[in-house]
């Protein structure tokens, strides 16, 4: 990602209840929240042991051994919640080579609708792959391990209530959002292009309401950016529901346009919102720096953005059905 630039470079609980009650209201369109997994609130232990693992494989750029060790680890983590992985290939053209991408999703169906039709998406992801790196070792914990460890905290929780809500989620870990060389023109967010593509070729695209990004959420001083790309009333949700669980402090953050893979699903009419703190030490010293490690993240950031989510799904589901 990168800020326009400045060349510095449910569950809180899913607040409601779906339930019996929710699946007519899917039809009514009211949005409702989760009775099933009210009792499986956002763990984080488990991101952060899915930080660790993936700090554990090193450097992981698209087309690499260890990023394709990192995308059987996401479709393992997502069979074993009951979700149904889908490898989304692709070659690339890149400044210096063709490089092999590979998506990774899995969806979380609504209950199904008296009318018939599929019921609304809204679009949940972060992008897994690190950037290439020759001068040191990239293990990239907070860009983007942190916000891929939450996504996959997150459908652990969702698909809890598979099948029983008005919305239908889909969980994207997107791989090819850092540039080779430079993040300019089309060097960038090469999975998130090529899902929005598919989402166009395949007539699947009218039923996507919305994308909320997740990127760089480990820092231990964890402050989102108002991201000035981002749509304003899916920012006003999320930052509005941290204020309400207590986690205001972690909203709020300098206004900045900031360009990463939410866009290319603006570019094809999906009102988007980038959940990001791009300020990662010291002047964002620690940002494609040795230093994003480990000991620079924190466990408590986790838990605070998977909860800021939670919390914000149950109204962005009624916005979602309006």
């Given at each position: 990602?990168?800020?326009?630039?400045?060349?510095?470079?449910?569950?809180?609980?899913?607040?409601a209840?779906?339930?019996?009650?929710?699946?007519?209201?899917t039809?009514?369109?009211?949005?409702?929240?989760?009775?099933?997994?009210?009792?499986?609130?956002?763990?984080?232990?488990?991101?952060?042991?899915?930080?660790?693992?993936?700090?554990?494989?090193?450097?992981?750029?698209?087309?690499?051994?260890?990023?394709?060790k990192?995308?059987?680890?996401?479709e393992?983590?997502?069979?074993?919640?009951?979700?149904?992985?889908?490898?989304?290939?692709?070659?690339?053209?890149?400044?210096?080579?063709?490089?092999?991408?590979?998506?990774?999703?899995?969806?979380?169906?609504?209950?199904?609708?008296?009318?018939?039709?599929p019921?609304?998406?809204v679009?949940?992801?972060?992008?897994?792959?690190?950037?290439?790196?020759?001068?040191?070792?990239?293990?990239?914990?907070?860009?983007?391990?942190?916000?891929?460890?939450?996504?996959?905290?997150?459908?652990?929780?969702?698909?809890?209530?598979?099948?029983?809500?008005?919305?239908?989620?889909?969980?994207?870990?997107?791989?090819?959002?850092?540039?080779?060389?430079?993040?300019?023109?089309?060097?960038?967010?090469?999975?998130?292009?090529?899902?929005?593509?598919?989402?166009?070729?395949?007539?699947?695209?009218?039923?996507?309401?919305?994308?909320?990004?997740?990127?760089?959420?480990?820092?231990?001083?964890?402050?989102l950016?108002?991201?000035?790309?981002?749509?304003?009333?899916?920012?006003?949700i999320?930052?509005?529901?941290?204020?309400?669980?207590?986690?205001?402090?972690?909203?709020?953050?300098?206004?900045?346009?900031?360009?990463?893979?939410?866009?290319?699903?603006?570019?094809v009419?999906?009102?988007?919102?980038?959940?990001?703190?791009?300020?990662?030490?010291?002047?964002?010293?620690?940002?494609?720096?040795?230093?994003?490690?480990?000991?620079?993240?924190?466990?408590?950031?986790?838990?605070?953005?998977?909860?800021?989510?939670?919390?914000?799904?149950?109204?962005?589901?009624?916005?979602a059905?309006?």
């Open positions: 990602m990168r800020p326009r630039r400045i060349h510095w470079a449910v569950l809180a609980f899913l607040c209840t779906w339930a019996a009650a929710a699946c007519d209201a039809s009514q369109g009211q949005g409702q929240g989760a009775n099933s997994v009210a009792s499986m609130p956002f763990d984080a232990a488990r991101a952060w042991t899915h930080l660790e693992k993936q700090v554990a494989l090193g450097p992981r750029p698209s087309g690499s051994p260890a990023n394709d990192l995308k059987a680890y996401l393992d983590e997502l069979r074993a919640v009951g979700l149904a992985p889908v490898r989304e290939s692709f070659r690339a053209k890149t400044p210096v080579d063709e490089t092999e991408f590979g998506n990774v999703y899995a969806d979380v169906e609504a209950a199904p609708r008296k009318d018939g039709k019921a609304p998406l679009i949940l992801g972060s992008h897994f792959d690190t950037k290439r790196i020759k001068d040191f070792e990239f293990i990239s914990a907070n860009d983007a391990g942190s916000s891929t460890a939450v996504l996959l905290e997150l459908a652990r929780v969702l698909a809890a209530a598979r099948g029983k809500g008005p919305v239908a989620y889909r969980l994207l870990f997107i791989d090819g959002e850092e540039a080779v060389v430079e993040w300019e023109g089309d060097d960038n967010c090469y999975g998130s292009r090529h899902h929005a593509r598919a989402l166009e070729k395949s007539g699947e695209l009218a039923r996507v309401k919305a994308f909320v990004l997740l990127d760089m959420v480990g820092d231990k001083e964890l402050k950016h108002t991201d000035t790309y981002s749509d304003a009333e899916l920012q006003r999320f930052f509005g529901a941290a204020k309400r669980i207590g986690l205001g402090a972690h909203v709020d953050g300098p206004r900045l346009e900031i360009r990463d893979d939410h866009l290319s699903f603006m570019n009419g999906v009102k988007s919102v980038d959940l990001i703190d791009f300020s990662y030490g010291p002047n964002n010293q620690h940002w494609h720096h040795a230093a994003d490690t480990l000991d620079n993240c924190s466990k408590a950031s986790l838990d605070a953005i998977g909860r800021i989510v939670l919390a914000g799904l149950p109204e962005l589901e009624r916005w059905l309006k």
